[in-house]
């Protein structure tokens, strides 16, 4: 079955570290990959997405993420957290369709 | 990039009652989803909204629960029938946006809903 798997439901950093949140992907067909942001009472933001173009991805507010065949994976990463990056992030996936796929979410939490 | 209007934004609606959720857009989409999200958790699609044909639903959603109308190609509502207050979930619609210089999708606000 087409899935996403996001590996961690909670990441807690420290303001100014690096952030890792980690996804990896059922690997059927060539997927589309994206990652949305959920702040709280807000609606879904796209942070960036991967079509089968360049592996590395560059998102909004620093955000970064990179597609890897062999890994099955696409995690997602920013060198230095901010205090308002705290939200739930969802990795999305799709296989040739307009379905989506979502994966169960990652809260993230940054500590002063 | 798309913009998407959903009303209400939150209702608090007593159990056996009907809720219909209104999501406008201010472009013409062919397709627009509905989703729930259940409290603490992540994002189900419902179905999948195409203007003049019958939704296409996914497993565990029917029609009769769920009726959904796409009467044009920038507006479509889902309605929340008989409600039990295991439907107090948020509810969002979602269309495919081809402006972002590849596809992505937009979602609504949202639409917060508890059942009493």
């Known amino acids: 079955a087409q899935s996403v798997t996001q590996l961690d439901s909670h990441v807690s950093v420290s303001e100014g570290t690096p952030v890792l949140l980690r996804c990896n992907y059922s690997?059927?067909?060539?997927?589309?990959l994206f990652w949305y942001v959920q702040h709280p009472n807000k609606g879904l933001q796209l942070l960036l997405k991967?079509?089968?173009?360049?592996?590395l991805v560059k998102g909004i507010n620093g955000f970064e993420a990179e597609f890897k065949k062999s890994e099955t994976s696409f995690h997602l990463t920013k060198p230095s957290a901010h205090m308002s990056d705290a939200a739930e992030y969802f990795c999305?996936?799709?296989?040739?369709?307009?379905?989506?796929?979502f994966g169960t979410g990652t809260r993230l939490q940054v500590f002063p | 990039s798309a913009v998407i209007s959903q009303k209400p934004s939150r209702d608090i609606c007593q159990r056996g009652t009907s809720l219909t959720i209104q999501c406008q857009v201010d472009?013409?989409?062919?397709?627009m989803f509905w989703y729930r999200q259940q409290p603490g958790q992540s994002l189900t699609l419902i179905a999948t909204?195409?203007?003049?044909?019958?939704?296409?639903?996914e497993s565990g959603f029917v029609i009769d629960k769920f009726p959904i109308s796409r009467p044009n190609l920038t507006f479509s509502t889902l309605t929340v029938s008989n409600m039990s207050p295991e439907d107090s979930s948020i509810y969002l619609c979602?269309?495919?946006?081809?402006?972002?210089?590849?596809?992505?999708?937009?979602f609504g606000s949202g639409t917060r809903l508890t059942v009493v």
């Open positions: 979602s269309v495919e946006d081809r402006n972002r210089g590849g596809f992505g999708y937009t």
């Open positions: 690997s059927s067909y060539s997927p589309s």
């Open positions: 991967y079509t089968s173009a360049a592996t």
């Open positions: 999305v996936v799709s296989y040739n369709t307009d379905k989506l796929i």
């Open positions: 472009s013409q989409v062919t397709m």
């Open positions: 909204a195409n203007q003049g044909s019958e939704a296409t639903y």
